[in-house]
């Protein structure tokens, strides 16, 4: 996510830190370069204009040249203005007398369908909604398959449109259903263009008019840059937009959209999506992205996400075992299914903070593959194997390399790792709970 403006802003700002003092000179040359990035990622002109005034105008006053460390309030000055820029974290209101219908509309390509399967699954999981599915894009076959199979996935109930249906009374029928059977939320899923027309905008007023729509999303591709803001204000201009959602912010986004959708339209982002996965959506946090963006990581988005994908019993479980000496290769195999959970390795490493500095020598995809041949190996065992791993003899050891896709030496590699692992637990088991609470605070 930003990987190229928060790469060049990382090295903007490492230029600052360690000074003593903050000279008007060095702040314009700071901007100068700051303001050359953020149009090179994109950003609309306008907004590049207001952020670099808005940061000189505070960098320039008392609380910088006052401060013990001037680098460090300039570079939180920087991140509150990049946080202001993006607005204020906003949830969509639901407070309507059910059910709630979200519109969703775009162009062609932006991620409707998969962003109107994603909403349903995190309202379903999240909020605890029942929400019902409705391919309103007629015109495209293959799109209104692929809602009812999303749906399927995530067993959410949707309305059985066919290809030759009128799209304004598919939604008004779909509404109704909805009304009848108790579903207190309705996703319209509307037919997108490759450019925005009169056609396409007569349909979507006349949906609108026929149908109490609640909030219309606008679903924006996060990879098109400036022209993702001149289609978001267009819709807004004409359909008076509710909010936005910023669709593939997993890929190469150089930002553009992300800092200006919000300035240019007033229109707040609610949801990122991050991945193609329906699991790949998430709130929009304007300062945790601006934290990402300045190198900082996201570390309250890392923790949440472990805190709602971690068994928590099961952790309780592992520090029993840990604290008894216990820890065997099962309960290794266990923790890194559990930690697949939380992503990918680069995603993960993306939230840490420092990261960028040392991303030159790691390679997250070689790590992952380690990550996944040890998987294999632990796969290859057999129960009794994972937890008696003394057993492993070299017959056995041979039996799993071949059953892995793997080398022999690769499997005694990895269990020589356990075995040191387990000697560096048995030291903390010593200590007990009281102890290891004295040495790891928070433990």
Do not use: W
Not at 333 to 361: A, E, F, H, T, Y
Not at 367 to 392: C, D
Not at 395 to 423: C, D
Request: proline share 4%; glycine share 8%.
């Amino acid at each position: 996510m930003f990987q190229q403006l928060s790469d060049k802003f990382h090295d903007i700002l490492d230029h600052l830190k360690g000074r003593g003092k903050l000279t008007e000179d060095h702040i314009e040359q700071t901007l100068r370069q700051v303001r050359l990035n953020l149009l090179e990622a994109d950003v609309n002109f306008k907004v590049v204009k207001e952020f670099c005034e808005q940061v000189k105008a505070k960098a320039m006053g008392s609380e910088v040249h006052q401060s013990l460390s001037p680098d460090k309030q300039f570079i939180k000055i920087f991140h509150q203005q990049l946080t202001d820029i993006m607005g204020v974290p906003q949830e969509i209101s639901l407070q309507h007398k059910p059910p709630v219908v979200i519109l969703l509309c775009g162009l062609q390509g932006s991620g409707k369908t998969t962003t109107a399967a994603k909403l349903a699954r995190y309202f379903k999981e999240e909020k605890k909604r029942f929400p019902y599915l409705v391919p309103a894009d007629v015109y495209r076959p293959a799109a209104i398959e692929q809602l009812k199979t999303l749906a399927t996935r995530i067993d959410v109930p949707y309305y059985d449109t066919h290809p030759k249906d009128n799209p304004v009374k598919v939604c008004k029928k779909a509404v109704a259903i909805a009304e009848d059977r108790g579903y207190d939320l309705v996703i319209l899923d509307t037919a997108g263009r490759l450019q925005i027309d009169k056609e396409m905008m007569k349909e979507l007023g006349k949906i609108q008019s026929k149908v109490k729509v609640h909030q219309s999303l606008l679903v924006v591709d996060a990879m098109t840059g400036q022209e993702a803001v001149n289609v978001a204000k267009s819709f807004h201009d004409l359909l008076n937009i509710g909010g936005v959602v910023l669709t593939k912010m997993d890929g190469d986004a150089r930002g553009g959209a992300a800092l200006s959708v919000k300035y240019i339209t007033g229109c707040p982002i609610y949801f990122a999506g991050i991945g193609e996965k329906v699991e790949d959506l998430e709130p929009f946090y304007p300062d945790r992205v601006a934290s990402r963006i300045l190198g900082m990581g996201d570390m309250m988005s890392l923790i949440e996400k472990a805190e709602k994908e971690f068994d928590q019993e099961e952790a309780k479980k592992m520090t029993a075992k840990v604290l008894k000496n216990s820890f065997t290769l099962e309960d290794f195999r266990s923790q890194l299914l559990q930690m697949k959970k939380l992503g990918s390795l680069d995603k993960v490493m993306g939230m840490l903070p420092g990261m960028g500095k040392i991303k030159n020598q790691i390679n997250p995809q070689e790590l992952e593959g380690q990550l996944k041949r040890k998987e294999a190996i632990l796969n290859s065992m057999t129960p009794q194997e994972r937890r008696r791993s003394k057993i492993l003899n070299g017959k056995r050891r041979l039996r799993i390399a071949k059953g892995s896709g793997t080398q022999v030496s690769e499997v005694n590699r990895m269990i020589k790792e356990f075995e040191q692992m387990q000697k560096m637990m048995k030291k903390f088991g010593k200590f007990g709970a009281k102890g290891l609470r004295g040495l790891m605070p928070g433990f």
